[in-house]
């Protein structure tokens, strides 16, 4: 069952690429035929060996690897979207772990098999400009939901827990000013259809290319709690990427975040990131990562607690379309917040080690 707002998306989208091509019996109504669409797919399956063996079966702070000791799926999902000629659309749909976290804030479960789901306006004399108007994914982090485009199978601790992962409302891509590409979005919030609230969240994006280098910054701010006024939420997230060749590739990523909705409550969060990747051969690359993320408040985590993170991805790609990641990971923090064993919240730091298998197709592969 489709959430009616995400059902109105999608039949607002089939409507606006359906071109008149085909007359009916009558001969005064014109008929309809699908134009052309793009499919892809992905699925992906892992094991975590979590080595404190938490009695809750879980790796705390993970995003979405989550599942300790056990094989899990995190995501398979499908997509359809219609490129804009002037109108498009984009749909994915999907379920597994994954897609649970996306959307444990909804009040309901019909939206936790929606990741996105948008209509797009692009006009031929736009110069690049864009409209897209529905539920999609921030354009804040240096990673992004799906695995495969990522450089390690596990999410950093800022995606995991300094950023939102999607919005609800009208993104606007502005024709470039020489090296510099701006956006701006109007959405009901962080991670929410259904505002709680009668205010708007504004984001403002841009990306600044510099030959081998993208900087990208997205500052979001509005009111998030469930009443109108009752201080705001601003987030200011920028990362440096650089592609050095087509080998080596490297990105830093900063966060700072700040929520003032609760009485008497100031909550700051602020976070920064760093990793590369090499290509040692056709087919065979390694990811470090290292990061650091202070959560002064316990807005984010529920622990006031500065937390650490290493890891290193081997990635090898079996074919085109399948690829399997080994990685270790190690989490600390300054406080007792890990589980091990029984006893929760008995231990500083974390270790797993993961193999995970990503099988994926289409356009983007």
């Not at 992962?165 to 993104?171: E, K």
């Not at 990811?287 to 984010?300: I, K, L, T």
């Not at 500083?348 to 993961?354: A, E, G, H, I, P």
Request: some cysteine; proline content about 5%.
């Amino acid at each position: 069952m489709i959430h009616p707002t995400c059902g109105a998306v999608i039949v607002l989208a089939l409507s606006a690429v359906l071109p008149a091509q085909v007359q009916s019996e009558t001969g005064d109504r014109p008929g309809w035929t699908l134009g052309p669409l793009k499919f892809a797919a992905t699925m992906d399956v892992y094991y975590s060996l979590n080595f404190n063996h938490p009695g809750s079966g879980l790796n705390q702070l993970r995003n979405f690897d989550t599942e300790a000791n056990q094989f899990s799926l995190n995501m398979a999902k499908f997509t359809v979207e219609h490129d804009p000629a002037p109108l498009g659309f984009r749909v994915d749909a999907g379920f597994g772990r994954a897609f649970e976290m996306i959307n444990g804030s909804e009040n309901t479960s019909a939206l936790e098999n929606i990741e996105q789901a948008f209509v797009t306006y692009k006009p031929e004399t736009g110069k690049g400009f864009q409209v897209d108007l529905g539920k999609f994914v921030t354009s804040a982090g240096a990673e992004v939901i799906e695995t495969y485009p990522n450089w390690n199978y596990s999410r950093s601790l800022l995606f995991a827990w300094a950023i939102p992962y999607y919005h609800f409302g009208l993104r606007a891509t502005l024709p470039a000013v020489g090296p510099v590409t701006p956006g701006v979005q109007l959405v009901n919030g962080w991670n929410n259809v259904d505002d709680n609230n009668s205010a708007k969240t504004i984001g403002l994006t841009a990306a600044i290319a510099a030959g081998k280098v993208t900087w990208y910054h997205n500052f979001y701010t509005g009111v998030e709690s469930p009443e109108h006024g009752a201080g705001r939420r601003n987030l200011y997230d920028t990362t440096v990427l650089a592609a050095f060749n087509s080998r080596t590739s490297a990105y830093l990523n900063f966060d700072y975040g700040a929520d003032n909705g609760l009485p008497g409550r100031h909550a700051r969060w602020t976070g920064i990131a760093g990793a590369a990747r090499f290509e040692l051969s056709r087919g065979l690359a390694i990811a470090p990562r290292a990061e650091w993320f202070n959560d002064s408040d316990g807005f984010s985590t529920g622990v006031a607690q500065k937390l650490k993170e290493v890891t290193l991805t081997a990635e090898y790609r079996l074919r085109q379309g399948l690829l399997g990641r080994l990685e270790y990971r190690r989490d600390w923090s300054n406080q007792p917040f890990f589980d091990r064993g029984s006893a929760p919240a008995a231990f500083r730091t974390q270790n797993t080690l993961l193999a995970g298998f990503v099988a994926y197709f289409g356009p983007e592969q």
